[in-house]
């Protein structure tokens, strides 16, 4: 059984970095077409933040490009975001998912595996 875990959230202030990993049991990252890191805010949909496929190739949602970087450590079977400079509208529950698929990487609907989500909240 596959089971992602996220750890790593936290209360925060403005312009502060935060560092969110996500553990995964069951299987190894590196067997995913794609993994990535998604958030939800209060009353919002779902939005991918940051993906990285098997192949290495990253996506970033232009919101965060230059502030937060996705990797993942295959020796470690963890896969990580480094977010830096944050900021209040990115209080969020910050989600760590996975997929068989390569296709469709910034859509929730296209991932088969999610863990419970860690709370970010970033105070102004």
């Known amino acids: 059984q596959v089971q992602l875990v996220e750890s790593g959230g936290g209360l925060l202030q403005t312009g502060d970095s935060l560092r969110l990993s996500c553990a995964v049991s069951?299987?190894?990252?590196?067997?995913?077409?794609?993994t990535g890191w998604f958030r939800q805010a209060t009353g919002k949909e779902r939005e991918s933040v940051a993906v990285?496929?098997?192949?290495?190739?990253?996506y970033y949602t232009d919101s965060v490009k230059g502030r937060i970087t996705i990797s993942r450590v295959n020796a470690e079977n963890t896969m990580y975001l480094q977010m830096n400079s944050l900021k209040p509208e990115e209080t969020a529950v910050y989600y760590c998912e996975a997929g068989d698929n390569w296709w469709g990487y910034t859509d929730r609907l296209n991932y088969d595996y999610w863990g419970q989500g860690t709370q970010v909240t970033v105070s102004s």
């Open positions: 990285i496929l098997r192949s290495g190739t990253t």
């Open positions: 069951g299987r190894t990252f590196s067997t995913f077409a794609k």
